[in-house]
């Protein structure tokens, strides 16, 4: 049977060509869409390892050079944005908050692993309590801290797999510069600030310390505030703190809202092309369904023979349906052969189970839809009766 069905597709090689390169190109399509996808719900599902809700990001720029006059009025902006009942608690931060637009990264090297690319935050001692950050070795860095002779550092544990492999990291010394060194004091689960779509990537935190750097400005508030904490608090606070420094540009933002905004990044670019692949295989699939259409109303003859031979309907059925299944395999090993080339040569920094995923998600939906524009042509050619094929003959 098997055999019958080859020398039937190379007979009508030429038109079934056509057939096969759109499966082909339907399933690379079918292929890049899901691997995307699979990528981003794998990571989605993951835990960001921090509480966004409720926190609120002040964005401060001043507008003068005055260094001094500057990180005076900050500090007595943290004073007074920390004495509002609503607000449990307050840390200054980097430009490169969490959903930000911003990112920071550093390498760092540490026995035989060399220049390793990691993310770089910086944040006070409150920022484990703004960010709810739960530590699964040592502790998050604190005034105890100021008389340590090297700088204290907390990492996630991203970091801690690739920079210490199977050490332990806690108290370990890396390189800073010839002046200082970073001394680990903890380590955290997860920390993926970029966005709930991201991979984790390996991350560090240094301390801020306004006693300490006294020339240095940090512009971004992060704020955590009592939950049903409404607008009229937002703009009192923002009043106060305008008092404080006049000159300086003010702007507050909820982290839900940063959420958002850098989700739909992620979510436009794959509807969109969600949209694409499903117009693609539409198309295919009427190339299915008009070619075996075409090929029963041709086939009369062939179909009467072999009824009047003794070939029942599933027979004539299930002839259809594998001349289909073999041309969808023609095209699908092709394509196959083609995708897992990309894992093969590490086109991407992704892991190789996404595009295992992708690849039998779009073999199956490939032959999924292979038998269903199949179903109803075949059914009509095993329909036909034998008399009547080879009176039209």
């Known amino acids: 049977m098997i055999r019958h069905l080859f020398k039937l597709i190379w007979n009508r090689k030429r038109n079934n060509f056509l057939l096969m390169t759109e499966i082909f190109f339907c399933f690379l399509v079918l292929f890049g869409v899901l691997s995307l996808v699979v990528y981003n719900v794998r990571n989605y599902t993951k835990p960001l390892g921090f509480e966004h809700e409720n926190v609120w990001l002040l964005t401060m720029r001043p507008t003068n050079d005055s260094s001094a006059l500057n990180h005076q009025n900050l500090e007595q902006v943290l004073q007074r944005v920390r004495a509002f009942p609503e607000v449990q608690y307050a840390s200054l931060s980097t430009s490169n908050a969490p959903f930000a637009f911003s990112q920071m990264t550093d390498v760092l090297s540490y026995g035989s692993v060399k220049d390793l690319q990691t993310d770089v935050y910086e944040a006070e001692d409150d920022f484990q309590g703004v960010m709810q950050l739960e530590l699964s070795q040592g502790r998050w860095f604190g005034p105890a801290d100021n008389a340590s002779h090297h700088e204290p550092i907390v990492i996630n544990k991203a970091l801690q797999e690739q920079l210490f492999l199977a050490e332990d990291p806690l108290g370990k010394l890396i390189h800073k510069n010839d002046s200082t060194n970073y001394r680990v004091v903890g380590v955290l689960d997860h920390y993926r600030a970029s966005s709930e779509f991201a991979a984790e990537s390996p991350a560090m935190f240094s301390r801020i310390n306004l006693q300490k750097n006294k020339d240095s400005f940090w512009g971004e508030l992060l704020i955590r505030v009592k939950p049903g904490t409404g607008v009229n608090i937002e703009e009192k606070m923002v009043k106060e703190i305008s008092g404080i420094s006049k000159d300086w540009t003010l702007e507050v933002a909820t982290l839900e809202k940063m959420r958002q905004n850098k989700a739909k990044l992620t979510l436009v670019p794959m509807i969109a092309l969600g949209f694409i ?57 092709l394509g196959v052969v083609f995708a897992m080339q990309i894992p093969l040569l590490q086109v991407f920094q992704v892991g190789s189970v996404v595009y295992t995923i992708a690849i039998a998600g779009a073999v199956a939906t490939i032959y999924l839809l292979t038998v269903l524009c199949a179903f109803y042509p075949s059914r009509q050619a095993a329909a036909i009766h034998p008399a009547t094929a080879l009176h039209e003959e």
């Open 277 to 333: 692949c499903a117009f693609l295989i539409f198309n295919v699939a009427l190339g299915l369904f008009g070619v075996l259409w075409y090929n029963i109303n041709s086939r009369h003859s062939e179909i009467g023979l072999r009824r009047a031979l003794g070939a029942d309907s599933r027979q004539i059925y299930l002839q259809f349906i594998g001349e289909v299944l073999v041309l969808a395999t023609f095209g699908l090993l």
